[in-house]
């Protein structure tokens, strides 16, 4: 139990274009998401917390124009990486806390390696 | 906010051989996890510890939430225990977010 999957696991973009990633808990539900970015050799970092209809909250630095959070059912959350440019190149992993567990143990998807071109 | 200190950064390891890999963390926590991250980048739920001592196959964690540490032990390390492991909590006081230890590179040599 307790699985969570991304798509795509990677991929390839030209400058300026918009890539989307999705997020999805597969056998719970999750009110909330978190949205992590790592680059090579390095902890991971969060970016947003992802609400289940409502807007995201996202960390100081982390750009909300550039990085689209859409959290529109209790099974999925999407980032949109908007314009991307070489220096959003990076490994992408979303995680999820079930909702209906008293627990605070989060899920980790497996992660979206991101090269923009 | 609250800090999250792993040690050693890196290690190295014949086969066969025990390790202890350590956390420390600066305040009170809700939760406790410790992940094994892949050559692939998955993040493998190893624990879930907030306190106490759990125990799965050749891996062990203890957490003393008092004095605000916990302990990853692997015992007759195998080459496929070569990743970096993290440590996570999430700190008392409402907030969910996980915040994360820089890791501990270990390299099980054959």
């Known amino acids: 139990g307790a699985v969570v999957s991304q798509h795509p696991s990677w991929v390839i973009c030209k400058s300026g274009t918009s890539v989307k990633i999705e997020c999805r808990s597969l056998?719970?539900?999750?009110?909330?998401m978190f949205w992590y970015r790592q680059f090579p050799k390095q902890s991971l970092m969060l970016m947003a917390t992802?609400?289940?209809?409502?807007?995201?909250?996202?960390e100081q630095g982390v750009e909300k124009d550039k990085f689209l959070i859409n959290h529109a059912s209790l099974t999925l959350s999407t980032l949109t990486v908007t314009s991307a440019h070489p220096e959003d190149s990076s490994f992408y992993i979303c995680?999820?806390?079930?909702?209906?567990?008293?627990?605070?143990?989060?899920?980790f998807g497996p992660g979206t390696r991101l090269t923009v071109t | 906010g609250i800090q999250v200190e792993q040690s050693p950064p890196d290690l190295i390891l014949q086969e066969g051989a025990n390790s202890t890999l350590r956390c420390n963390f600066s305040?009170?926590?809700?939760?406790l996890q410790w992940f094994h991250q892949n050559p692939w980048g998955q993040l493998i739920n190893l624990f879930y510890?907030?306190?106490g001592t759990k125990q799965n196959g050749r891996l062990s964690a203890t957490t003393v939430a008092t004095e605000r540490y916990s302990l990853l032990y692997i015992s007759s390390s195998q080459t496929t225990d070569s990743g970096v492991y993290f440590c996570?909590?999430?700190?008392?006081?409402?907030?969910?977010?996980?915040?994360f230890g820089k890791g501990t590179k270990l390299t099980v040599n054959p």
């Open positions: 305040d009170s926590v809700n939760n």
């Open positions: 995680s999820a806390s079930d909702s209906g567990s008293s627990s605070y143990e989060q899920y």
């Open positions: 510890i907030p306190s």
């Open positions: 996570a909590v999430i700190a008392q006081g409402g907030s969910e977010k996980l915040v």
């Open positions: 992802s609400n289940e209809g409502s807007k995201a909250t996202y």
């Open positions: 056998d719970f539900q999750a009110t909330t």
